[in-house]
C-alpha cells in the first residue's frame, strides 16, 4: 500500500506468539495512520473495562503515511492505549527516528497484549521478529540501555525503552528514544512495564512505495524550501520551543511555584538566549527536520549531557518548582529521562506538594524528610528518585496528583492542577479562555498540543467568552492532531507558518489518494469524537463533571506578575462548555449526538 | 565540485539520506545513501557526518571501470559494470564508498545530485569548487 509499510504486528506476550498481517486499506482509508490508527483499534479491540494494568490493556503504536518519508519533520510515532492514570484515553507522540524505522521494516503499527512472564525486548530487524530475554536490562536506566543496545545490535537499530518509573508502575511513566525522545504523557510506558517489555529494537532495510515518485519528489523538495525560506527558521534553529520562556513569562503563562501566578521572578535566567550560552551544545532533530527544536545540552556542573530541557519541562521542573538556574532544570530532566517518568507531570506532583508543604498540609513525616520548600533542587531530585522507584513519600506522588491529592484531602484538591486526571502541562490559564478551554477538552487530559490556542488568547482578547474563541479551539482540536495522524510534525506549520496545502499534493503523490484539508479535518473531527466515546464508555457518568478546569483558575487569582488579579469566573467556564458542546454536536452533558456519530461514519462502529 | 559538510552544524536528521537514496535508486531508503551519519551519543552528543571528496581513489581501484565521471564531473558507479568486488570500499579515505549485497547489486556512491543539499535545513552541506573553498 502506497505510503504505508504495510503490515501490523502483532504480539502475544502472553503466549510469545508473533503475527503480521497486512494493514487494513479501509483502516488507512477512514484513519488514515499514526494516532487515528490508535483511537480505532483502542475502541475496537480493548474490551470495555479492561484494567489499563492488565492483559487486556493493548499497547499500539502507530507510524504514519509521510513517516520516514522526504518531507519535513516526518518522524512522529503514536503511542495509544487506555490510561493508567487517567482511566481514559491515553495518545502520546514521540519524535525522533524510530517511526521512520518502523516503515523500513514494513510496519504501520505494533499492537503489544498480554503480559509477559518475564522481562523481554522486542527485536525487530526486516523480518525476523523475536521476544529476547531482557532479565540484564531490568532496573536500568534508559540512557544506559539504549547505549547497550545499539552498542550489541549496532547504530542503524532504532531503540524505544522504558526505564524503573514504567518497571515500578508509576502512573506517568514515558518511553525513551533516542536518548531524550519521549512519549511522555498518559503513562504508555506504565503499561509497556507492565506488559515487562523493557525495549522495542527495530531496524528496517525496505524502502516505503509511493504512488508517484516524481511528484512525491517535486512535493518533498518544494515543503524543504518554504521551510528553509521561513522567516522564523533561524530563531527556532537556536532556541526551539524554549523562545517562548521568555514570551510566557511576559504575558503570564508561565507556570510558577504550582500555577499560583503566571510570571516567575526567576524567569529570566531560564529564557532560550540563556540556554543556549550556557548548556546547548548541538542541535538535534527529529526525522527529517530542517528546524530541530531539539537541543542536546552538557551541564558542567554535574558533567552529564541531556536532550533539552525543552518549553514545557522548564515551565514544570523550572518555575513551577521556584527553580531559576537552567543546569538544575537540566539535571532534573536527566533524572526523569533515565528514570522514564514525564517531566511534565512529575513536576506537577512535585509541585503540588510543595504546595502542600508550605501550607502545612504536609510536613517532613510524610515527605521522608524532605524540606519540600519550593525552589529546593536537592530534594526535587531526591524526590524524582523516589517517586520512579515508588519508594515511601514518592509512592504517594507516583500514582498522579488527582489520586495524590484525594488521598491526602485538606483542600489539598483545590490546588491539584489537573483535568481528567492528567497533570496541566506548562500554560498558566488564570486569564486565558481558549487556552483553558483546550485544557478542559482536550482528548487526554490537561494537555496543550491539540489546540494551542493561548496565542490566540492574546490577539483577540484574554477574558473573551465568545462562540469564535470555542470554534477556534474545536478548529485546532480537529486539524492539529492530524500531524499526529499523518506521521509529520506540526511545528513546520505552527512555527514556520508554512501554508499547509503544501501537504495535500505531497501526501496525493505518496499514498496515491487525494485529500484537502477539508477532508482531513472531517478525520480529525471523527478521531475526536471516537474518542469522546472511549472516555465515555469506560467511565460511568462520564460528561461535563470531567471537562472542569483545576478550581485554581476561577477560585485564586494571582498575586504577583502580569496577571495578578485576573481570574476566569467559573460561570464563564460552563458557559464555554456549553457553545463548546453545541459547536461540537455534542448533548449539553457533552456526548455527541446520533446525528453527529451518522455524520461523522462513526454510528456503526459503535452501535 | 565536490560536497562539503560542517558537523558543528549537522542536527542528524537523515534528510540528507532518504534524498539521496531517492535520487540514486527511487527509492525511500536512508540505508542505500552515500553519506554516512555517525551519531555520537550520549556522549560527547555531537554529530560525525561523511561525506565524498571526489578523490578518484575509487576509479583509479576499480577493476572493471564501472566508476566513472559524470556531467557534473563527480565520479559515479555505473551500475550495469559493477560487480561487487568491494574493491573501491577499502580505498576510499571517507568511508563513504557503499556495497551492501543484501541492498543493492552494485556499489554506490555521491554522485554529485544535490538533494541533500536542497533538503538539509541547516545548511550543514553545501557544494563548491575545491579551489574555492581552500
Known amino acids: 500500500m502506497n505510503g504505508y509499510g504495510g503490515n501490523i504486528l502483532r504480539v502475544n506476550l502472553t503466549t510469545g506468539k ?42 499500539i503504536i502507530s507510524s504514519g503515511p509521510l513517516a520516514g518519508l522526504m518531507i519535513p519533520g516526518a518522524g512522529k510515532c503514536d503511542f495509544t492505549c487506555k490510561s493508567p492514570l487517567t482511566g481514559g484515553y491515553a495518545s502520546s507522540s514521540l519524535g525522533g527516528m524510530f517511526t521512520a524505522e ?209 518549553y514545557e519541562t522548564i515551565g514544570m521542573l523550572g518555575s513551577n518548582l521556584g527553580i531559576p538556574d537552567i543546569q538544575d532544570v537540566a539535571q532534573a530532566n536527566l533524572l526523569c529521562d533515565d528514570l522514564g517518568v514525564d517531566t511534565i507531570s512529575t513536576g506537577a506532583c512535585i509541585s503540588w506538594a510543595m504546595e502542600c508543604y508550605e501550607k502545612g498540609i504536609l510536613t517532613m513525616q510524610d515527605t521522608d524528610g524532605l524540606e519540600l520548600k519550593f525552589g529546593n533542587v536537592e530534594a526535587v531530585f531526591k524526590l524524582i528518585e523516589k517517586i520512579a522507584r515508588r519508594e515511601g513519600f514518592g509512592a504517594l506522588l507516583a500514582q498522579g496528583v488527582k489520586k495524590a491529592s484525594k488521598k491526602t484531602g485538606q483542600g489539598s484538591e483545590k490546588f491539584a492542577i489537573q483535568v481528567k486526571g492528567m497533570e496541566q502541562s506548562a500554560y498558566a490559564t488564570h486569564n486565558a479562555t481558549a487556552m483553558l478551554l483546550a485544557y478542559m477538552t482536550c482528548d487526554v487530559g490537561a494537555h496543550h498540543n491539540r489546540a494551542w490556542a493561548i496565542t490566540y488568547d492574546l490577539q483577540v482578547g484574554r477574558d473573551l467568552v465568545k462562540p469564535e474563541k470555542v470554534a477556534r479551539v474545536i478548529w485546532l482540536q480537529n486539524f492539529r492532531p492530524m500531524f499526529d495522524v499523518l506521521g509529520a510534525c506540526r511545528l513546520q506549520w505552527v512555527e514556520l507558518g508554512i501554508d499547509r496545502d503544501l501537504y495535500v499534493p505531497a501526501l496525493e503523490a505518496i499514498t496515491g489518494v487525494r485529500r484537502t484539508w477539508e477532508d482531513l479535518e472531517k478525520v480529525g473531527e471523527r478521531i475526536w469524537n471516537l474518542t469522546r466515546l472511549y472516555w465515555a464508555r469506560e467511565n460511568a457518568g462520564f460528561g461535563r463533571e470531567w471537562d472542569q478546569p483545576a478550581p485554581r483558575f476561577y477560585l485564586e487569582p494571582p498575586k504577583t506578575g502580569v496577571t495578578a488579579g485576573q481570574i476566569t469566573k467559573y460561570e464563564d467556564a460552563q458557559k464555554l462548555l456549553d457553545m463548546y458542546y453545541e459547536q461540537r454536536g455534542w448533548t449539553p452533558a457533552g456526548l455527541p449526538t446520533p446525528e453527529t456519530l451518522s455524520r461523522l461514519g462513526l454510528a456503526s462502529l459503535v452501535a | 565540485m565536490r560536497l562539503y559538510v560542517d558537523n558543528a552544524k549537522c542536527s542528524g536528521c537523515r534528510a540528507c539520506l532518504v534524498a539521496c537514496s531517492l535520487n540514486l535508486f527511487e527509492e525511500n531508503n536512508p540505508k542505500k545513501a552515500a553519506l554516512r551519519l555517525i551519531p555520537h551519543f550520549p556522549a560527547p552528543g555531537v554529530f560525525e557526518m561523511k561525506v565524498c571528496t571526489q578523490c578518484g581513489k575509487c576509479a583509479d581501484e576499480c577493476p572493471t571501470g564501472a566508476i566513472k565521471k559524470n556531467d557534473r564531473g563527480a565520479y559515479y558507479v555505473d551500475f550495469s559494470e559493477c560487480t561487487l568486488c568491494e574493491a573501491c570500499v577499502p580505498v576510499c579515505p571517507e568511508d563513504v564508498m557503499f556495497v551492501r549485497a543484501e541492498l543493492a547489486d552494485a556499489a554506490w556512491k555521491c554522485d554529485l545530485c544535490g538533494d541533500c543539499v536542497s533538503v538539509c535545513g541547516m545548511s550543514a552541506l553545501w557544494i563548491a569548487d575545491e579551489a574555492a573553498a581552500a
Not at chain 1, 19 to 24: N, R
Open chain 1, 18 to 59: 508473533t503475527i503480521k498481517e497486512p494493514t487494513p486499506p479501509e483502516l488507512a482509508r477512514d484513519f488514515i495512520g499514526g494516532r487515528g490508527f490508535g483511537a480505532y483499534l483502542l475502541f475496537k479491540e480493548v474490551p470495555q473495562g479492561a484494567d489499563p494494568l492488565g492483559p487486556e490493556n493493548k499497547l
Open chain 1, 102 to 310: 518502523l516503515k523500513y521494516a514494513g510496519i504501520d503499527s505494533i499492537i503489544l497484549d498480554g503480559i509477559s512472564p518475564k522481562p523481554v525486548y522486542l527485536f525487530i530487524d526486516d523480518d525476523k521478529i523475536e521476544l529476547r530475554d531482557a532479565a540484564s536490562l531490568w532496573g536500568k536506566g534508559t540512557i544506559g540501555v539504549e547505549k547497550e543496545l545499539k552498542e550489541k545490535l549496532g547504530e542503524e537499530f532504532q531503540i524505544a525503552v522504558i526505564g524503573p518509573g514504567g518497571e515500578n508502575g508509576v502512573s506517568y511513566a514515558c518511553i525513551n528514544h533516542d536518548y531524550g525522545r519521549e512519549a511522555g504523557r498518559g503513562g504508555v510506558g506504565t503499561v509497556m512495564g507492565v506488559k515487562k517489555v523493557k525495549a522495542i529494537a527495530v531496524h528496517g532495510t525496505q524502502s516505503i512505495p509511493v504512488a508517484d515518485v516524481e511528484g512525491y519528489r517535486k512535493a518533498g523538495m518544494a515543503l524543504f524550501k518554504v521551510c528553509k525560506e521561513a522567516d522564523g527558521l533561524k530563531p527556532w534553529q537556536d532556541y526551539g520551543t524554549t523562545i517562548v520562556v521568555s514570551w510566557c513569562d511576559e504575558v503570564g503563562a508561565l507556570p510558577t511555584r504550582n500555577f499560583s501566578a503566571g510570571s516567575f521572578e526567576g524567569g529570566k535566567t531560564l529564557y532560550g538566549p540563556v540556554m543556549r550560552e550556557q548548556i546547548v551544545i548541538t542541535d538535534k532533530g527529529c526525522f527529517g527536520c530542517p528546524s530541530p527544536c531539539g537541543k542536546y545540552s552538557r551541564m558542567k556542573r554535574y558533567n552529564t549531557n541531556v536532550e533539552g530541557p525543552e
